[in-house]
């Protein structure tokens, strides 16, 4: 059995936040665009558990993690590849042939008090995550166990 890990996943809450995320149970994350983040995604496990972070944020909902969910498949063709109405369409991938993979992800918990990317910069124990570092823009990212903890801790 493989060892759990720990992620970063975002999406902009105007686009899917944990909210929506809690009223489906479950859902494909779909329209990852980035070869990195799609590798990431291939190398993540049933059981993995990952920190819902909301991107772009505004002052009413600042930038941070407000959740926690848990990867629910394995990595399979992202769906959305192939309908030429969707804005995440790719014309040079066939289903033969995709380019694009997705995980599932379910609700596991949203935080009472979500931590803010300012929260994570002012938090020393996590000078070294990725998401505090400038220009981090991938959309999933690895996280340490110790970092992963630290910041449910600090949603208590």
């Known amino acids: 059995m493989a060892q759990k890990q720990y992620w970063l996943?975002?999406?902009e809450a105007s686009c899917y936040s944990i909210s929506d995320l809690k009223k489906d149970k479950e859902t494909a994350w779909t329209g990852i665009r980035n070869y990195q983040a799609r590798n990431f995604m291939d190398s993540m496990n049933v059981g993995d558990l990952c920190l819902f972070y909301h991107s772009n944020g505004?002052?009413?909902?600042?930038?941070?993690?407000?959740g926690i969910a848990k990867v629910s498949k394995k990595a399979h063709a992202d769906a959305t590849q192939?309908?030429?109405?969707?804005?995440?369409?790719?014309?040079?991938?066939?289903?033969?042939?995709?380019?694009w993979r997705c995980v599932d992800v379910?609700?596991?918990?949203?935080?009472?008090k979500p931590i803010s990317l300012g929260d994570i910069k002012r938090?020393?124990?996590?000078?070294?995550?990725?998401?505090?570092?400038?220009g981090s823009?991938?959309?999933?990212?690895?996280?340490?166990?110790?970092?992963?903890?630290?910041?449910e801790g600090l949603s208590n």
């Open 9 to 11: 996943i975002k999406s």
């Open 137 to 151: 823009r991938l959309s999933v990212q690895p996280v340490s166990e110790a970092h992963f903890k630290i910041i």
């Open 123 to 134: 938090e020393q124990r996590l000078e070294t995550i990725e998401v505090r570092k400038p």
């Open 106 to 112: 379910a609700f596991v918990k949203e935080f009472l």
């Open 82 to 99: 192939f309908d030429s109405k969707d804005e995440h369409y790719d014309k040079k991938a066939s289903k033969e042939k995709p380019i």
């Open 58 to 66: 505004t002052d009413v909902h600042p930038s941070g993690v407000y």
